[in-house]
């Protein structure tokens, strides 16, 4: 490719402000203005302008190049060199060089130690994803000079996978919801921000939890790292429930087990612990408490294992709601969820690290979430992997597509380590071990694992993206079905009768007709279909008859289907009727009621004409001995229960 002089790109720069084609970025960054006076300035603007890129996307792979410590242009010779034809095509060779940049850049730079806290960090990440929304030199700038930069669910799953702390291919989608919720479906950067400080607070927390000597000597056996702990503050106490008794205590979870130390006067008892890791046949749900063993209050988590005599029933209370009590389930089950995954498909040493470093990082992301979200609008299991996964249609598939990529990786490993990174991200492993901690008894040493290969690759859907792009499919349609279903299910009989009615429509207006034939309101119309029916009867063709009606049926549903297929199902309007008290609602369920009697007595009454008709039994005076007298009243005195 033909590279432009100095001179020329300069001029080409100075156009491009001049002209106001970066006024969208001026007006709000003076970062960017700083990077094209620079690169104006620069002997070598030159080879930092790539042609086929737009102005951000540039801006973005010249800060990638200094990361990298190469120029642009190098990185693009790379890049042709290593990318296969299909990468390189022109429809789509913009964005895949552009990834191809941000997932090298972001490899190397997740490895230094406090990279979340650094602000050119998060700037550079939410840039990417920027730049990936308009990445050729054709696309035009998303917003307006007086609009803020935000970023599409498309870029921000793309991206964002890379850093495995940030974000995972399996809940990207759900955490992007999360983060986008009220700013109509885009992320803001302010939001950006928060949750990336967010997730360095949980981190430096993660790694400052304390424990007392007890508990320190048994989890040390096996290396465990403490995860969460709760019970510590007075004012959100743990209690444990043993049959009628309650105790006050600390609950705490590693990556293994849940450990609950019961509060004495000065100091805290010998810890029981909880085993997740160990195929116990564990039961970990939620669980209904209240005093002297009473079930009022759903706040509380039942452990069930083989190796309890009786369960565990740990509550969290809270004055409302149960939000604290659904985190914690959650992340219990994360961990158990994950050494079943692991015990399921026989994951060993780097591999095992690196599954159990993926319930971590979940664990981190919903601490994170919590801070800058309202807790109650925050479906916990929804952004935890293993849980997510336990839920969706098809999960079973995605825990067998991440066991495939674990048993490649030291594949992959070695093709990475031959193509220095290559066009791969960072490793969920490699991200919890840059963040200070270690996890699992592996004594693989950290060089030996390098740059492992990620779940995103260039220009490409990996493996893992489709099995968890078709799961999501199959569950939003069945979310759809049931949010149909759901749809007519109303509370208050009134509201429901309603309903019925509205349903019944086409039934109803069909009865009336048959009543106007049969009352001869119109005598031409009735005339006609008696002399029709009486026809069809005396040839003997009412069996043929209804054998039409339903072969007409058919005939209508087949053309339905295929007229309105695509079109939206007109919805059913329904007039809600006018809101009730109490009094006004229990009159009008006594008033049903009476009808529903009255509506079973006057079918008795028929019936009972009937079996008079079919026995010739004529009605005599009698005395009737039944609780009610209306059937005899209604008969000539005539009853079963009567005694002649």
Same mark, same amino acid.
């Given at each position: 490719m033909?590279?432009?002089?100095?001179?020329?790109?300069?001029?080409?720069?100075?156009?491009?402000?001049?002209?106001?084609?970066?006024?969208?970025?001026?007006?709000?960054?003076?970062?960017?203005?700083?990077?094209?006076?620079?690169?104006?300035?620069?002997?070598?603007?030159?080879?930092?302008?790539?042609?086929?890129?737009?102005?951000?996307?540039?801006?973005?792979?010249?800060r990638c190049s200094k990361i990298l410590g190469v120029s642009a242009s190098e990185l693009q010779e790379s890049f042709n060199a290593e990318a296969s034809d299909s990468l390189k095509h022109h429809?789509?060779?913009?964005?895949?060089?552009?990834?191809?940049?941000?997932?090298?850049?972001?490899?190397?730079?997740?490895?230094?130690?406090?990279?979340?806290?650094?602000?050119?960090? =998060?700037?550079?990440?939410? @840039?990417?994803? #920027?730049?990936? +929304?308009?990445?050729? !030199?054709?696309?035009q700038p998303l917003l307006n000079v007086d609009e803020d930069f935000t970023v599409g669910l498309e870029a921000f799953s793309r991206i964002a996978p890379a850093v495995p702390i940030i974000a995972n291919v399996i809940?990207?989608?759900?955490?992007?919801?999360?983060?986008?919720?009220?700013?109509?479906?885009?992320?803001?950067?302010?939001?950006y921000e928060k949750y990336l400080s967010g997730l360095e607070r949980a981190i430096k927390k993660m790694k400052t939890q304390s424990d007392s000597s007890l508990l320190s000597t048994v989890r040390l056996l096996r290396r465990e790292k403490i995860?969460?702990?709760?019970?510590?503050?007075?004012?959100?106490?743990?209690?444990?429930?043993?049959?009628?008794?309650?105790?006050?205590? =600390?609950?705490?979870?590693? @990556?293994?087990? #849940?450990?609950? +130390?019961?509060?004495? !006067?000065?100091?805290?008892?010998?810890?029981?612990?909880?085993?997740?890791?160990?195929?116990?046949?564990?039961?970990?749900?939620?669980e209904l408490t209240g005093p002297w063993g009473t079930r009022l209050f759903d706040k509380a988590v039942l452990y069930k294992s083989i190796s309890l005599s009786e369960p565990a029933v740990i509550e969290f209370p809270e004055l409302k709601g149960h939000t604290r009590r659904d985190y914690w389930l959650a992340v219990i089950r994360e961990i158990l969820f994950v050494h079943r995954f692991i015990k399921k498909f026989k994951i060993s040493g780097v591999e095992r690290d690196a599954a159990l470093s993926l319930a971590v990082l979940g664990i981190l992301r919903?601490?994170?979430?919590?801070?800058?979200?309202?807790?109650?609008?925050?479906?916990?299991?929804?952004?935890?992997?293993?849980?997510?996964?336990?839920?969706?249609?098809?999960?079973?598939?995605?825990?067998?597509?991440l066991a495939n990529i674990s048993s490649l990786r030291k594949l992959d490993r070695t093709n990475s380590d031959k193509t220095g990174g290559g066009m791969h991200s960072i490793s969920a492993r490699a991200m919890v071990s840059n963040l200070g901690f270690m996890l699992g008894t592996s004594s693989t040493d950290l060089n030996e694992a390098g740059l492992v290969v990620g779940e995103t690759a260039v220009g490409e859907m990996s493996s893992l993206e489709k099995v968890v792009k078709e799961s999501q499919s199959s569950f939003k349609k069945a979310v759809l079905a049931q949010e149909t279903v759901d749809g007519v299910k109303v509370d208050g009989i009134d509201t429901n009768l309603a309903v019925m009615k509205e349903l019944l429509l086409p039934v109803m207006e069909i009865g009336r007709w048959l009543i106007s034939l049969i009352h001869w309101d119109d005598p031409m119309k009735s005339l006609v279909f008696c002399l029709v029916l009486t026809y069809i009867i005396w040839r003997g063709w009412l069996g043929?008859?209804?054998?039409?009606?339903?072969?007409?049926?058919?005939?209508?549903?087949?053309?339905?289907?295929?007229?309105?297929?695509?079109?939206?199902?007109?919805?059913?309007?329904?007039?809600?009727?006018?809101?009730?008290?109490?009094?006004?609602?229990?009159?009008?369920?006594?008033?049903?009621?009476?009808?529903?009697?009255?509506?079973?007595?006057?079918?008795?009454?028929?019936?009972?004409?009937?079996?008079?008709?079919?026995?010739?039994?004529?009605p005599q005076v009698s005395l009737c001995h039944s609780p009610s007298r209306i059937a005899c009243l209604r008969f000539s005195n005539f009853c079963p229960l009567c005694i002649s």
């Open positions: 033909a590279t432009p002089t100095v001179s020329k790109t300069r001029s080409m720069l100075e156009g491009l402000v001049r002209e106001g084609s970066f006024k969208w970025l001026l007006g709000k960054r003076s970062s960017f203005n700083e990077e094209l006076q620079e690169m104006e300035r620069s002997p070598s603007a030159g080879r930092n302008w790539i042609a086929e890129l737009s102005p951000l996307a540039n801006l973005v792979v010249r429809s789509c060779y913009a964005r895949n060089f552009l990834e191809y940049c941000c997932f090298r850049a972001l490899a190397l730079s997740t490895q230094v130690t406090g990279h979340l806290g650094d602000k050119k960090f =998060r700037r550079l990440t939410y @840039d990417m994803m #920027l730049a990936w +929304e308009t990445p050729a !030199v054709a696309c809940i990207s989608e759900n955490l992007f919801e999360v983060l986008s919720v009220g700013t109509d479906g885009r992320l803001q950067f302010s939001i995860l969460e702990v709760d019970g510590t503050v007075t004012t959100q106490p743990v209690l444990e429930h043993v049959g009628i008794s309650t105790w006050p205590g =600390r609950v705490t979870l590693t @990556d293994h087990a #849940l450990y609950y +130390e019961a509060l004495r !006067v000065v100091s805290y008892d010998k810890p029981k612990t909880y085993d997740l890791a160990d195929d116990l046949k564990q039961i970990v749900n939620p919903l601490q994170a979430i919590q801070e800058i979200i309202s807790v109650n609008s925050v479906h916990c299991e929804t952004l935890l992997i293993f849980n997510l996964c336990d839920q969706l249609p098809g999960g079973d598939l995605i825990l067998e597509t043929y008859t209804f054998g039409l009606m339903i072969i007409l049926l058919a005939i209508f549903m087949v053309l339905t289907r295929f007229c309105n297929q695509g079109r939206p199902v007109d919805e059913i309007k329904v007039t809600a009727p006018p809101p009730m008290n109490t009094v006004e609602q229990l009159l009008a369920v006594q008033d049903a009621i009476s009808q529903a009697e009255q509506f079973i007595q006057d079918g008795n009454i028929v019936l009972l004409k009937f079996r008079g008709l079919l026995l010739s039994i004529f």
